[in-house]
Structure formats: structure tokens, C-alpha cells
């Protein structure tokens, strides 16, 4: 089966992640049944699809005819054979238990096509097991989808010991015409990428507090407020559900050994029942206050035992060739929203100082969760896991948040590539877009800048707060908002032309940011909103002054005081955005418009935007200004060929001379 003949996708069960796999099939445009066991299960299940499709369109991430095509495709079914006889693809999402997935592989077998392909949604599940009951190895693999599968980027697609290159090839364009990320998981192993990464991490977290080296408070407050995770780990543990951390767990240590032995007290939390939010209670009491997690409760022991985990972890799935440390880093990213990847992480900290950790802790408590790995010495050695990549081709200057591309037409883009966190902005990030605009102004073969965030949800979705919320001090604060507003100010007052390239969310400081560009350009889909208020806050980087600069001030309150989000559309009549594209006509507008820019006199704008800048200020020194740059003007060697070009009706080449 080659991906594209594939036209029809079957899903088999209909609970959560059925049909949100149901509904991004839909979306993409294929025909789609969702079959399970029970009536009532595939007909719930169907309801909850269309309850996300209405809610998606009432928020206009998609249109209403979209959302009516989408219920279309999909037919609930009960009936086996009707399910599969005519599918393509068929993706299995049933409980998570391997005796009852080879019962549906044994079924299924009896009436699907015989070039489809079957690929389980499993987590942690043998692929080449579970392939073993099919009469059809070869075109089985796995397709983990992440919960919700409409929201979440990710799918690891993963290799069985049968299963055949031409079969993964089709999986992962399929995910891709999904509008997700794959990323290739070379060998079936226990948890595959971002499993693997995660259930030891939250084990470690078990063995800690078993061991009374720290608390919950405290190792929530590291991982969260020092690490910048999005969750603390045992906020975590109880939002996955404890049990089944401890049942993936048993399953590891099964198969991979003592090293993945649960904790005592991951062991007593299940005992007690205490599963996790879904049962009231786990980690946290949800009836009496739930998650409570200071921002000061931090300590360097936890960071560093944590770290020094993830790191091992890293290293076992490297040296097995079950993938490599960019892709895990990509992975755990997209998967787990972590700000970077554990093999970054573990390189920031220092290998040889996580190394040297795994060793000490090894000797005192013997544990084979220690052993370091051989992959994780020969990295310490050689400068750690990332230390033998290639630099990026387009551009001589490494960034860890940004990227920058030379895309031709003399116009430079910075991508926010921030995607598992929605381009959200941190300290580290205010840096690099200084020193990024600093490249470019200095590069003469650089006449406009492109500035864009990496994928279609979001330009950047503000401010990364959870990473600076450690920093909770009011002078911390006032230093924080001073480096933002200056960092946009050097955009605003540069001497290229800056164009926002708005694709998704532009909130917060993301919404800044795009108001420091002289031109913003954004896609249909595309949601804009200061919602600071609603988190007790204000903007910071600029917003109360540029905003009323652009729309006025009754407007800029409505905007600010209201904290709403605002479509493209009404942003556009509110004078926000400039123009307004079409999702697939946004790309090519972009760099068009960039280009067209990058075409014009470098000097006479220059100026222009100093003049302009400086009469926002005070008109008497704007207009002496623009007087004074009319006079230098009349001297340009920019200025004759604008004039010879007319004369001759001719595009000016302008050298900014």
C-alpha cells in the first residue's frame, strides 16, 4: 500500500483516542469508520467527535462548512466487517492491554483487505508481538498518537521487527497529511521515545521521596519553576494516571530488566488506589485544593538526579539504535511540551558532571538504575550528545530558539521555533532575537526581515511563563519587562523593513512582538489578544503604548481590559494587521511581501522610519527630522536610479547609496 492510494482510514475503538484519531483523519479528508464494541461506546464516542469539531469552529480554528464535511466522513459502526472490509489503513486504539488487542488483530484479520495496513496506537506494546497475530507482518507497525490527538503535534511511528520500510513510509505521510509531526522510531523497545524518556523520569521522582531525598513539593517546584517542564512530575503522574505509570513500569522491567523497578512509593500511591486526578485523589488531593507547587521549593539535588536520568535514558535508546538524540529531543518536545529536549538539557547541564553523578549514586546504593551507559560515556567523552552535529546550512550562527534562513529575494527570516511550547518567548529567547536582528542589519546581503514562528498554531502564544515564574521578585520583574521592551524596541527602530508573518496565535508578548513590526500579515486561522488581565497581569514588552499608537486608545483598552482573543478579520478593521490571507496562499504572501520591501530604496526608509519614530514623540522634531532627511536624500546615487527607472519604466535597483 503506498500512501497515496490510501483513501478510506478505519478506527477501532472509540473511546478518547479513537475518536480524536477518527476526527483528524476526517479532517484531512478521508473517509473514515469508527467502529467499536458496543453501540453505546461507538456512538458516545462519535458524539465527543463532534462535540470537538462544533467547539473547533465556534472558535474558528476551523470553518463551519469544514466542520460539517469532517462528520460527514465518518461513519460509526458496530459491525466488524463493514468496519475494515474496504479500508486502507487500519488504526487501532483499544484499551491498552496486549491479550485483548490480538483478540481485535485476530478478527480484523478475517475481512480487511489484504494490502492494507494495520498500525496500533499502543504506548509501550510489543509492535512486533502484537504483528505476529496478523497474517500480515510486514505492513504492521506502530502510529502513537498523543493525548488529545487533535491538539497534540506528535506521532512516533514505530518499526517492528517484520514490519517493512515501504509501510512506514506510507504511515508517516499519512501523519503528515494529518497535519502532525512523525518521527521514526527505528526499533520496537519498551515506551519507544517519549515513554521511555518520561516513565523513568517520574519513577526517579517515586524514588526520591521513597528515599527522603525530597519531597513532592520540592520535586515539583524543581522540574516546574527551575527545569521549566510544563507540569511538575508528579503533577504529571497524576494527570497520566499512576497506574498506569506502574503498570508501563512492570512491562519495562519485564522486558528490559531490574533497572526499571517501581518505587515504594509510586507502589503504595497505587495500592491506595490513589490513581491520580481521575480518582480524586494521587500524588494531590483534588477534593481538597489539588495541585499546590511552590515556586521556591526547588533544590539542585533533584535537578541534578533528574537530569542525570533523562540522560542515561537518552543514551540506552541511542546505543540500542532505537533513535537518535536530535529526534528524541524533537520527540519529547512535541510529545511532552518539554522547552528543550533531554539530550539538550542534559548537554546544558554538563555530561561529565551527570556521568560522575550516575556513578557516586551507583556505588552508594547499587541500584542498576544507575549503570551508566556506554553511549552516555562515549558522549561525555566527545562534548556531549549533540556535540557531532552538522551547523545549520543557512546560517553561520547557531541558535537553541531560533532558526534563520536566507530564503533569497535579500530577505532574512527568523522562525521562532519554539513548536512544542507554541513559540512561546523566554529570557534565552529575548537574547537571540536581539543578536539574530543585530546578523542580519550587519549582512549587506540582507535588505527586509521575515519574522515568523515555527508551524501553523501559533506566531508565538506570549510569554513562557511557567519558565519565569521562578522569578517571582518584583526587581526581577521590572529587569525582565526592561529587556523585553528593549529587545522589541530594536525591531521597531531597526533600519530594515520587518514584516510579522502571523500564523496561528499571537498573544501576549507574541502579539508585542508583532506590533514592534512595521507590516503584519496573518493568516485566516490566525487569533490575536493581550490576555494579561486575565492572568492578574499586564503587558510589559510595549503593549499599553504601541497599541494605542495603533488603534487608539478606547480600542487598545477594549483589547487590553477585555483580555479576549480577536479574529484576523476584526483585527484587520480594528487597523492591527494589515492584510489577511488565505490559510494556503500565507507562506508565498509572506516572503512576497518581505521581498517586495527588501526591493526598495535601504536609505529613504531608513530615514522614513526615523522620522516617523521620532514624530510619534513629538511632531516639531519629526518634521525637522523629515527635513533634514529630504535634504541628504537629494544626494543619493539611490535617488538617480529611482529617476531613471521612472523615466525609462523600469524596476529600480536601488544599492542604498
Not at 544507575?370 to 562534548?383: H, M, V
Amino acid at each position: 500500500m503506498k500512501f497515496e492510494d490510501i483513501e478510506t482510514v478505519a478506527v477501532l475503538g472509540a473511546g478518547n483516542m479513537g475518536h480524536g484519531i477518527a476526527e483528524v483523519a476526517a479532517l484531512a479528508g478521508y473517509g473514515v469508520t469508527l467502529r467499536d464494541i458496543k453501540e453505546e461506546f461507538v456512538q458516545d464516542g462519535y458524539e465527543q467527535l463532534v462535540w470537538s469539531l462544533d467547539k473547533l469552529a465556534e472558535k474558528q480554528q476551523i470553518g463551519e462548512e469544514e466542520a460539517e464535511a469532517a462528520k460527514e466522513r465518518v461513519t460509526p459502526l458496530v459491525d466488524i466487517e463493514a468496519a475494515v472490509s474496504t479500508a486502507d489503513v487500519v488504526i487501532e486504539a483499544v484499551p491498552e492491554q496486549m491479550d485483548i488487542k490480538k483478540d481485535v488483530y485476530s478478527e480484523v484479520e478475517e475481512y480487511a483487505p489484504d494490502e492494507a495496513i494495520f498500525a496500533t496506537n499502543t504506548s509501550s506494546l510489543s509492535i512486533t508481538e502484537l504483528s505476529e497475530v496478523t497474517d500480515r507482518p510486514e505492513r504492521f507497525c506502530g502510529m502513537h498518537f498523543f493525548n488529545p490527538p487533535v491538539r497534540m503535534q506528535l506521532v512516533e511511528v514505530i518499526s517492528g521487527k517484520h514490519t517493512a520500510e515501504n509501510t512506514l513510509e506510507a504511515i508517516e505521510a499519512l501523519a503528515e497529511s494529518f497535519g502532525k509531526t512523525p518521527v521514526r522510531v527505528r526499533k520496537d523497545s519498551p515506551g519507544f521515545i517519549v515513554n521511555r524518556v518520561l516513565v523513568p523520569l517520574m519513577n526517579e521522582a517515586c524514588w526520591l521521596v521513597s528515599n527522603d531525598e525530597a519531597t513532592v513539593a520540592e520535586v515539583d517546584s524543581t522540574t516546574k519553576f527551575d527545569m521549566g517542564l510544563p507540569m511538575g512530575v508528579f503533577e504529571l503522574g497524576d494527570q497520566v494516571g499512576n497506574d498506569v505509570t506502574y503498570h508501563v513500569l512492570e512491562y519495562m522491567e519485564e522486558v528490559l530488566g531490574e533497572a526499571y523497578e517501581p518505587a515504594p512509593f509510586l507502589a503504595e500511591t497505587v495500592e491506595a488506589e490513589r490513581y491520580g486526578k481521575k480518582t480524586g485523589a494521587g500524588f494531590y488531593d483534588y477534593e481538597n485544593g489539588g495541585v499546590e507547587i511552590p515556586t521556591d521549593a526547588g533544590t539542585e539535588i533533584v535537578e541534578r538526579r533528574l537530569t542525570a536520568v533523562m540522560a542515561n535514558e537518552v543514551a540506552h535508546l541511542v546505543e540500542a539504535d532505537v533513535s537518535d538524540p536530535e529526534d528524541i529531543d524533537e520527540a519529547v518536545m512535541l510529545g511532552a511540551g518539554f522547552p528543550e529536549g533531554p539530550a539538550k538539557l542534559a548537554d546544558g547541564y554538563g555530561l561529565e558532571e551527570l556521568l560522575a553523578h550516575l556513578e557516586e549514586q551507583y556505588d552508594q546504593q547499587d541500584h542498576p538504575r544507575f549503570e551508566p551507559s556506554a553511549a552516555l560515556r562515549e558522549a561525555a567523552e566527545t562534548g556531549g550528545f549533540h556535540a557531532d552535529e552538522e551547523p545549520d546550512a543557512d546560517s553561520d550562527t547557531s541558535f537553541d530558539t531560533l532558526d534563520l534562513r536566507y530564503p533569497g529575494d535579500m530577505v532574512g527570516h527568523i522562525v521562532l521555533s519554539r513548536e512544542a511550547r507554541m513559540n512561546t518567548i523566554t529570557r534565552e529567547m529575548l537574547t537571540e532575537l536581539r543578536e539574530a536582528l543585530e546578523l542580519f542589519e550587519a549582512d549587506d546581503e540582507v535588505r527586509a526581515l521575515l519574522l515568523t514562528g515555527e508551524g501553523s498554531r501559533a506566531f508565538s502564544a506570549g510569554a513562557d511563563v511557567a519558565s519565569m515564574a521562578s522569578s517571582a521578585e518584583p526587581l526581577d520583574g521590572i529587569e525582565l519587562a526592561r529587556v523585553g521592551q528593549s529587545t522589541f524596541g530594536a525591531f521597531e527602530e531597526s533600519p530594515l523593513p520587518v514584516v510579522a508573518g502571523i500564523d496561528g496565535f499571537a498573544l501576549g508578548g507574541g502579539f508585542e512582538l508583532a506590533m514592534c513590526c512595521d507590516y503584519r500579515l496573518a493568516s485566516e486561522r490566525s487569533e490575536l489578544g493581550l490576555p494579561e488581565h486575565d492572568l492578574g497581569l499586564l503587558p510589559c514588552w510595549g503593549g499599553t503604548q504601541r497599541l494605542q499608537r495603533l488603534v487608539g486608545m478606547s480600542r487598545a483598552k477594549e483589547i487590553i481590559l477585555t483580555a479576549e482573543r480577536f479574529d484576523a478579520e476584526t483585527m484587520y478593521d480594528y487597523d492591527v494587521v494589515n492584510e489577511v490571507v488565505r490559510n494556503d496562499e500565507f507562506d508565498a504572501r509572506a516572503h512576497e511581501l518581505a521581498a517586495d520591501l527588501a526591493a526598495g530604496p535601504p536609505v529613504a526608509r531608513k530615514l522614513t522610519k526615523q522620522a516617523m519614530l521620532k514624530g510619534a514623540e513629538d511632531i516639531d522634531a519629526g518634521l525637522e527630522l523629515e527635513a533634514q532627511a529630504f535634504g541628504h536624500l537629494l544626494a543619493t546615487d539611490d535617488l538617480m536610479e529611482g529617476i531613471t527607472a521612472f523615466m525609462g519604466d523600469e524596476e529600480p535597483e536601488f544599492e542604498g547609496k
